[in-house]
């Protein structure tokens, strides 16, 4: 009896759904860290907390956060990341599903401390398997893309937590996003690949690029780093404080505000992400500085918008956030791609690692919490302006690093 042949089955392209899982992953992360902004005034307001104590919540995150990266770094460099991202997703899950029964200021700071140790492994390994998977020149497409998870996650996390959280409480967004994480995270545990390391690098390997010792030689990777620090710093300070400034500044509800910057982040953050990767994109064809130009230009051009925000008419402040916000978000693939492909493959996690310590350290780990206090004693609006100084000096920094850009045509 003959049988006619089986069509081939289809086969989901493994670096393709690795990335589109990854960015599952880096979306519902994004959500559940701007929760806590966008719920905040509900939060303060149960709880009888300070500006400097809600900030210090934060603080929590983030020092969790940089003191767990060092060892993450050195495992992903040493070991397959699928697993160690696997356990970050699901311990990350369970903290924010352990929100639900969180009921004094104490309990919510240990669980904000927690997420930090999940996020920690996955933000370090997610980066160094897609720059596995791509080459050089198609990284600040890639991450770009990778990266769109940002402003999505950062609205609807704002979204969930001032909407949901006036209707329901501030503790069932928390919920609602742990479910996803650890279904996705079961996802990725069948669908998901280990690519080979350094399959995709082209860029010559120097000592600088490949051993530990040699980052701290390394301008390219150092200026990158620095500059995306102190661009941080004004980053984690505004989107942790801004909803606040609009309820209490501009005298809308604690929804309205959250619903105004969540929709300001997820229309900015799509198109300036988009917008600011393609140009680089485009701009690379002709000059391998354009990620560290591409930055500097999204900085430079965010200071006056957020001057305006802060201590211009109130009728100006939402117009004037709407521009900042699109050219912060221009250099997010870019700035990110100059950090990949300054290294290479046998220090690339944990150079990331160093990577986040230093844009936590002496970024937004203590930036909510400093604002918090200079509000406390004077007022948010020029607690809100110390923000304008990091970006200065985030500025000469990006600017300085384009010098020490790598040149993409090199070949190992």
């Not at 980052?215 to 505004?238: D, K, Q, S, V």
């Not at 948010?380 to 990091?390: D, Q």
Request: aromatic content about 12%; charged content about 10%; hydrophobic content about 50%.
């Amino acid at each position: 009896m003959s049988t006619s042949p089986q069509p081939p089955r289809a086969r989901i392209n493994p670096a393709l759904g690795t990335f589109l899982l990854l960015i599952g992953l880096n979306l519902l992360n994004y959500i559940d860290r701007y929760i806590l902004p966008g719920a905040q005034p509900l939060i303060q307001r149960e709880f009888h907390s300070t500006d400097q104590q809600m900030g210090a919540l934060t603080t929590a995150l983030f020092v969790t956060y940089m003191l767990v990266a060092p060892l993450t770094g050195w495992l992903g460099d040493r070991f397959r990341r699928k697993p160690l991202i696997i356990f970050g997703a699901v311990l990350w899950s369970l903290s924010t599903l352990g929100t639900a029964w969180v009921h004094d200021y104490w309990t919510l700071y240990i669980r904000h401390a927690l997420v930090g140790v999940g996020e920690a492994t996955f933000g370090i390994f997610a980066p160094a398997v897609l720059a596995d998977f791509y080459p050089e020149q198609e990284r600040n497409k890639i991450l770009s893309m990778f990266y769109l998870a940002i402003p999505v996650g950062a609205a609807l996390g704002y979204l969930a937590g001032g909407e949901l959280g006036t209707m329901w409480g501030w503790r069932a967004p928390f919920f609602l996003c742990a479910i996803p994480g650890l279904a996705i995270a079961a996802f990725y545990g069948w669908i998901g690949r280990e690519p080979e390391r350094g399959a995709s690098d082209h860029v010559q390997r120097s000592a600088n690029r490949t051993t530990v010792l040699g980052l701290f030689r390394n301008p390219a990777f150092l200026t990158a780093t620095f500059g995306l620090a102190t661009l941080t710093f004004a980053m984690g300070g505004i989107s942790a404080w801004v909803p606040t400034f609009l309820h209490r500044s501009a005298g809308l509800s604690v929804a309205n505000a959250s619903l105004t910057v969540s929709a300001i982040t997820v229309v900015d953050g799509i198109a300036g992400t988009l917008v600011g990767g393609w140009v680089a994109q485009r701009w690379l064809q002709t000059n391998y500085r354009a990620l560290y130009l591409l930055s500097f230009w999204s900085v430079a051009l965010t200071l006056p918008c957020g001057a305006l925000v802060f201590f211009g008419p109130q009728a100006w402040a939402i117009p004037a956030l709407f521009a900042a916000e699109f050219f912060l978000f221009l250099n997010t693939g870019p700035l990110n791609a100059a950090i990949v492909n300054s290294v290479s493959a046998p220090v690339r996690a944990t150079a990331i690692s160093f990577n986040l310590f230093c844009i936590h350290f002496f970024g937004d780990t203590f930036s909510p919490q400093i604002i918090g206090a200079i509000s406390d004693r004077s007022n948010l609006r020029l607690g809100l302006g110390a923000t304008l100084v990091s970006l200065v000096i985030s500025c000469v920094i990006l600017r300085t690093g384009a010098r020490f850009a790598p040149p993409l045509e090199q070949t190992c």
